[in-house]
C-alpha cells in the first residue's frame, strides 16, 4: 500500500519520543481495537477504525517491520486516512478525518525504538 499525501505533511510532523504501539492479543477480536499507538506525555492516541484483528493490521506491521528510507503505506477508509512514511531513521505518522479535513496527528518517532516497542508488543 503505498503513497502518501503532499510530502509537506512530513516537515510538520511532531517529534514524539514515547510513542507507544498497543496491540490486540493475538486471536482476539474488537472493532478498531487491533493497534492504537499512544503518547499519554504528547496527549496521541491514533486508532485504526477498520482494523479489528492482528490480521487485520498485519499489512501494516510488515511495512513497519520490512520498510526502508523513501518508504510509504497508505490506508483508507470512507471518513479516514492514515498515512505513514520511512524517512531516515524516523517513522511519521499521519491520521486525518477525511469527512472533517481535520488532521487528528501528526507525529515523527524513532524507528528503532519504535520497533523494539512493537516487537514487544507482537511478543504478547
Not at 48 to 56: I, K, L, M, T, V
Amino acid at each position: 500500500m503505498g503513497g502518501a499525501p503532499d510530502p509537506r505533511w512530513i516537515k510538520a510532523s511532531r517529534r514524539v519520543d514515547d510513542l507507544e504501539p498497543l496491540v490486540i492479543g493475538a486471536g482476539e477480536t474488537a472493532a478498531g481495537a487491533a493497534l492504537s499507538l499512544v503518547s499519554d506525555s504528547a496527549e496521541i492516541r491514533i486508532g485504526f477504525p477498520p482494523w479489528d484483528s492482528r490480521r487485520a493490521a498485519r499489512s501494516f506491521f510488515e511495512w513497519l517491520l520490512t520498510s526502508e528510507d523513501g518508504d510509504g503505506f497508505c490506508d483508507l477508509n470512507p471518513g479516514w486516512r492514515f498515512d505513514a512514511r520511512r524517512v531516515g531513521a524516523n517513522f511519521h505518522f499521519l491520521d486525518r478525518d477525511m469527512d472533517t479535513g481535520k488532521v487528528l496527528a501528526n507525529v515523527a518517532t524513532d524507528c528503532t525504538t519504535f520497533l523494539r516497542l512493537l516487537e514487544t508488543a507482537l511478543r504478547r
